[in-house]
């Protein structure tokens, strides 16, 4: 099988991502036709504060689960095991600390962007450096969001790498510019749907093609991946059930606790109750939607077996070796691989609307506003388009970046939340339960989280030093045919030809 017999695309599968990326769009132009069309930045940025717990908790959900997480999982359960899913203990403190703390305290302020509480409990010096925080963190996250879906995609099919980047980069750009938050939160109903319909087809042909669920079990069990609770107290391990489900707890306070693209839904939502209601409802969609990618990764090793040639090539191809088994399973059903190619756009759609909207937020409130105290309302809502369009372009640049890294994409992100997300939620839990910490003292321990966890997430990218150790599968070869090796080689070999970075990083372990 050579790449003449690469995986192709029928007109159904055209036909459905161009629904998919036209869907959005009337979404968009709906609403910024209809109700206020957008004439406030209450309406444009905060969805006149109307919203209620369902859209809310989907677009909750939609928010922070990108194709990162889509590709990103199944790779990671591919080739380490089911550990990663004891992050699911993580929701239940992960989503109650946020209904019960945060949401309170940031709802009843009757605040805009979440960084003004930093103002009200310290200064201004406090909130800017909270916002540029921020800004820091959700321009480098867009970049690897736009990129992913594209890069994988590109690898596998041959899908046109810049040309997808640029339509969903602009389409979304253009969505979130005419409609506002109330475009940005239905779109994400919306496409959290088509996301899990995407993986879900992807399970079921999986489990169909590989012989059922139980063969599947059998294999995955006999190939070793079903991890038991990992107690080992080593920090440096790669992923115990301490660093998961107690680890995790962090990461979900600093993005559903603390982070403005969730602090903004909150905000947006009609009530309290409603807002509290809708973290809630948050819960069983995240199982959901992390049972599904696990599942995804397992029926993945029940088809190839843990089969790596990864170590010739880099991490990333890992996530791409996902794609290669959607496309593998869903050939010749048409309209299936559209659909999943749908799921993967969906998702990075979903994440970064939120970021160019809570983007455009906080430059507009935090960094602008203050400065321009008399600026009309007309005048600030123009603004704040030109924001969110500007962030969109941004996003573009960023995808180029990304580019020119080559690690494994659920870990850039990880990472990031890790390295800036962390310090940002303690300067939030400082103001909120130290009554007698003050301004100087938060700028202090910003700085001083900042540049610890820059020094360890820089030193274990430089390093690479990320433990990537692999599962040893145990049934290797016998179920795979050579047919299905030999274009999975092809397939990956592929993907080094077309990735200057991975090339040196493949150069630079054979070294
Ligand atoms: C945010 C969590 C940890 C919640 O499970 C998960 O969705 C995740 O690992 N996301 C990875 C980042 C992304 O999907 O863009
Ligand atoms: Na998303």
Not at 314 to 343: E, H, K, W
Request: charged share 10%.
């Amino acid at each position: 099988m050579d790449l003449s017999d690469q995986k192709h695309f029928t007109v159904v599968d055209y036909v459905i991502f161009a629904v998919l990326l036209a869907a959005s769009m009337a979404i968009g132009l709906y609403y910024a036709l209809s109700g206020g069309r957008q004439r406030t930045t209450q309406e444009f940025l905060m969805a006149d504060r109307s919203m209620k717990c369902l859209p809310v908790s989907l677009s909750l959900i939609a928010s922070f689960q990108s194709a990162v997480a889509i590709i990103g999982v199944p790779a990671e359960i591919y080739t380490h095991g089911t550990q990663y899913w004891f992050i699911g203990c993580a929701y239940f403190l992960g989503l109650l600390i946020p209904a019960h703390v945060f949401i309170p305290v940031l709802y009843r302020l009757r605040i805009s962007s979440a960084y003004q509480y930093l103002e009200m409990r310290f200064s201004k010096t406090v909130r800017i450096c909270g916002t540029l925080t921020f800004i820091f963190q959700m321009v480098i996250y867009m970049g690897v969001c736009v990129y992913t879906p594209a890069f994988a995609l590109n690898a596998v099919t041959g899908f046109e790498l810049w040309g997808t980047v640029l339509a969903t980069g602009l389409v979304c750009t253009l969505y979130t510019t005419l409609g506002g938050l109330k475009a940005v939160i239905w779109t994400d109903v919306f496409q959290t749907v088509v996301m899990f319909a995407g993986q879900l087809a992807v399970i079921v042909v999986g489990v169909l093609r590989t012989g059922g669920v139980s063969e599947v079990w059998r294999k995955v069990w006999e190939g070793n991946r079903i991890s038991g609770l990992d107690l080992n107290p080593d920090p440096t391990e790669r992923h115990t059930f301490w660093t998961l489900g107690v680890g995790g707890i962090f990461l979900m306070l600093s993005l559903y606790g603390v982070n403005q693209a969730q602090v903004q839904r909150y905000l947006s939502a009609r009530t309290e109750k409603e807002a509290v209601r809708s973290c809630y409802m948050v819960f069983p969609s995240l199982q959901l939607a992390l049972a599904l990618s696990c599942v995804m990764g397992l029926v993945m090793f029940a088809r190839y077996c843990g089969e790596d040639h990864s170590d010739k090539l880099g991490s990333s191809s890992r996530d791409a070796m996902v794609i290669y088994f959607v496309m593998d399973m869903l050939q010749g059903l048409p309209g299936l691989p559209g659909l999943f190619v749908a799921c993967l756009f969906s998702a990075a759609l979903s994440t970064i609307s939120s970021a160019f909207n809570s983007l455009a937020t906080v430059t507009m409130e935090d960094l602008i506003k203050p400065h321009f105290p008399a600026m009309t309302e007309a005048r600030a809502t123009l603004l704040s388009k030109a924001l969110a369009m500007s962030y969109g372009l941004l996003c573009l640049a960023m995808a180029y970046l990304t580019h020119l890294m080559g690690d494994s994409v659920l870990q850039v992100a990880l990472k990031i939340f890790g390295m800036v997300g962390g310090p940002i939620l303690g300067l939030f839990c400082l103001g909120m339960f130290f009554p007698w910490a003050n301004s100087i003292g938060a700028v202090a321990g910003l700085g001083a989280g900042l540049t610890l966890s820059f020094w360890i997430g820089v030193g274990s990218i430089v390093t690479r030093s990320s433990g990537t150790r692999s599962l040893p599968p145990d049934c290797r070869v016998a179920l795979l045919s050579d047919n299905t090796t030999a274009a999975i080689q092809t397939a990956l070999s592929n993907v080094t030809l077309r990735s200057e970075s991975l090339r040196q990083h493949t150069l630079s372990q054979a070294q």
